[in-house]
């Protein structure tokens, strides 16, 4: 994947995030069922933001980095 698509991929993740943690599709999973004595709400919640620190961990991983960084020469300040 080119760098442009790897970044547009990322701005979509933390879209993606970001609308699963509204309220309103939080509310989908608001049932009786209780996994291990835990909500379902929390579970998703917590899975959900597992996903996420994992996908950005990815992303950091995958993005090259930028150029202004990688033009410095070691030990030099910035």
Known sequence: ??????VAAAFF????????FLP???ALFRFDARPF???VEAVYV???WGLL???ARWFSRALPEDGTQA???PGEEP
């Open 24 to 26: 309103p599709i939080i």
């Open 53 to 55: 620190v994992l996908g």
């Open 13 to 20: 993740f933390t879209l993606f995030g970001v609308l699963g």
């Open 1 to 6: 994947m080119t760098r442009r698509k790897l």
């Open 37 to 39: 004595g835990v909500p």
């Open 46 to 48: 917590f899975v959900l």
């Open 71 to 73: 033009a410095q020469r």
